[in-house]
């Protein structure tokens, strides 16, 4: 009997390397000629023409970068992004092959969505703190290799940034956020996000509280109904607005005294609170 076969992720890399194999790379005189029509013409036929003939180059690097635990699909398609911005800043006449400018594009989209996706606590806020975050794996191993060791001093020295930098990087990088997804029993389906409880209310309390503010609002519009259209006014300016008006821009308004209009806004506020007593009963 035959198995059901499901493609996974490395099947699906796979594929897409095995695709973009089939675009030939170009010669230097096609490479200019292509960037020169799309930079003077902008036609898009050549420009992706070029950017196909470069995405070998693109997974090449992304590879590079598959030790901080993200997807190298995810990390391919941020560096393609960066090859594709690199081409409408690249100017042919410079004598620069394409790629050559496009790495440091290429590479700066990539470390940007690996620190923006591998904490929900930023982890490297400086140029300096970015530049240890990348370098500090790498000169472990190459200190482990040349001298047996990995001493926080002596990494600190290589790079040139002080110890304490290196320890807090360290336990940074080594304290990464937990997945919801993550199963809290190997091969069950029960996971982190079932064990959080959820505090926002049910249904039918924000049912219920929605009816009572309808009811409530209600309640005032039929009140307000019942003063006078100055009254209302008054009201409408002194307690409704945002920000409210003040007593001396109502008097104004009205051409009477600070001490008339507080007058007429207590009495309405009181035919208010004896309709709405009225409308409870």
Request: aromatic share 8%; charged share 30%.
């Given at each position: 009997?035959?198995?059901?076969?499901?493609?996974?992720?490395?099947?699906?890399?796979?594929?897409?390397?095995?695709?973009?194999?089939?675009?030939?790379?170009?010669s230097r005189e096609e490479e200019y000629r292509l960037a020169t029509a799309y930079r003077s013409q902008g036609n898009l036929q050549s420009a992706q023409n070029l950017i196909c003939a470069n995405l070998r180059f693109v997974v090449k690097i992304a590879h590079?970068?598959?030790?901080?635990?993200?997807?190298?699909?995810?990390?391919?398609?941020e560096g393609n992004i960066g090859m594709m911005m690199a081409l409408r800043k690249f100017d042919p006449e410079r004598g620069l092959k394409f790629i050559t400018y496009a790495v440091w594009?290429?590479?700066?989209?990539?470390?940007?969505?690996i620190m923006k996706n591998w904490s929900l606590v930023k982890i490297g806020t400086t140029q300096a703190q970015k530049k240890l975050f990348f370098k500090l794996n790498q000169t472990r191993r190459a200190l482990r290799r040349l001298t047996g060791r990995e001493e926080p001093q002596d990494i600190a020295k290589e790079?040139?940034?002080?110890?304490?930098?290196?320890?807090?990087?360290?336990?940074?990088?080594?304290?990464?956020?937990?997945?919801?997804?993550?199963?809290?029993?190997?091969?069950?389906?029960?996971t982190l996000l079932d064990s959080l409880a959820d505090e926002r209310d049910n249904q039918e309390t924000l049912l219920l509280e929605h009816e009572e503010a309808r009811i409530l609002s209600t309640r005032v519009e039929d009140a307000l109904a019942v003063l006078k259209e100055r009254e209302r006014h008054i009201v409408q300016q002194r307690i409704l607005c945002d920000p409210p008006q003040t007593l001396q821009e109502l008097a104004d308004h009205y051409g009477i005294?600070?001490?008339?209009?507080?007058?007429?806004?207590?009495?309405?506020?009181?035919?208010?609170?004896?309709?709405?007593?009225?409308?409870?009963?």
């Open positions: 009997m035959s198995t059901l076969y499901l493609p996974t992720i490395t099947d699906t890399l796979d594929l897409y390397i095995a695709q973009i194999k089939k675009f030939d790379l170009l590079g970068y598959r030790g901080y635990g993200l997807k190298t699909l995810d990390l391919i398609q594009w290429i590479r700066a989209y990539i470390n940007n969505f790079l040139a940034v002080r110890d304490d930098e290196v320890e807090e990087m360290a336990l940074r990088m080594a304290a990464r956020d937990a997945s919801l997804n993550l199963e809290l029993t190997e091969g069950s389906d029960y005294s600070r001490e008339r209009i507080r007058q007429i806004e207590k009495c309405a506020l009181e035919k208010l609170k004896g309709q709405l007593v009225l409308a409870n009963s």
